[in-house]
């Protein structure tokens, strides 16, 4: 931004979803009201495209935590924060173990297109984390454990479907278990599109994607000035004067302990459950 550019980027999304896996349902969030209220199922959408981020709970400041989102984990470093301070900066792979300890889950942003009240289709996101990232698992009637795929197994299943066709989200009827841990995921199926509403789609994305590639230009120019930060700060570190780097968190508002604690066992899902 400067004096004669001062247009800042706004992120399309005009609804911001997630799952709560010890309600099982899905909450949308309400920037009048600042609370997450109840979205009714089954819910049917169109997936526009996925990034990376990490979002989080850290108990030792009793904040949230979460990041800038990224498309290519291995070639765009991800700037992981608690609060306004930037605890990790790097590529997923150099800085995962860290993250996790610090209570920071590798999530999916998903940029979607879904109909609203009007019944126009508009551009909005679902966060996938947790249970409804990487699924569960359930006890049969023999006791044996049971996977149940999230959404990183449902896409891996139906990679060459899942940009063609819409995506309806339901509540899964088994109930996960981990220890004394009961927790919900939710079930994703495929519906088709028709030519009408795929076009609109397209044209969102369009949209999307020009949002997007304004928001990644941006991240490089704070990557770098963060690391210029970074410097100073070595130089100068008795002084404690060198500014602070601002990655707006576009995308759900950094959760509350409470938040966290209430969503129960969505967060005892455990990254090594992730590919990467």
């Known amino acids: 931004m400067s004096r004669s550019n001062n247009t800042e980027i706004q992120n399309p999304s005009t609804k911001w979803i997630q799952w709560s896996g010890s309600k099982g349902i899905l909450e949308v ?4 009201t600042k609370a997450n209220e ?3 199922m089954p819910f049917t959408f169109i997936l ?3 990034l990376h981020t990490i979002k989080g709970f850290n108990e030792a400041s009793e904040k949230g935590i979460y990041s800038n989102e990224v498309k290519d984990l291995k070639k765009q470093p991800l700037n992981v924060r608690i609060g306004k301070e930037t605890i990790e900066l790097g590529l997923y792979e150099n800085i995962k173990d860290v993250v996790k300890v610090k209570g920071g889950k590798y999530s999916k942003s998903c940029y979607i297109a879904y109909f609203d009240e009007n019944k126009e289709l508009k551009i909005g996101n679902i966060m996938m984390t947790g249970s409804s990232l990487a699924g569960g698992k359930y006890k049969d009637e023999k006791k044996n454990e049971v996977e149940i795929g ?5 896409v891996s299943k139906n990679k060459n479907e ?3 066709k819409a995506v309806v989200v339901t509540l ?3 109930v996960c278990v981990k220890g004394a841990n009961k927790y919900r995921v939710p079930k994703f199926t495929l519906k088709e599109v028709s030519e009408q509403t795929n076009a609109k789609a397209e044209s969102l994305d369009k949209e999307l994607q020009e949002y997007l590639k304004a928001y990644f230009a941006n991240q490089n120019v704070s990557v770098a000035e963060h690391q210029s930060e970074s410097i100073v700060k070595t130089e100068v570190q008795e002084q404690q004067t060198a500014p602070q780097n601002h ?7 950094t959760p509350s302990r409470e938040e966290i604690l209430n969503r129960g066992n969505d967060n005892i899902v455990d990254d090594d459950s992730m590919p990467f």
């Open 48 to 50: 526009l495209d996925e």
């Open 247 to 253: 990655y707006e968190n576009l995308g759900f508002p």
């Open 162 to 164: 899942v940009y063609k």
């Open 29 to 32: 969030y309400n920037k009048e």
């Open 38 to 40: 109840e979205l009714p």
């Open 172 to 174: 899964e009827e088994r």
């Open 150 to 154: 999230g959404w990183m197994d449902f």
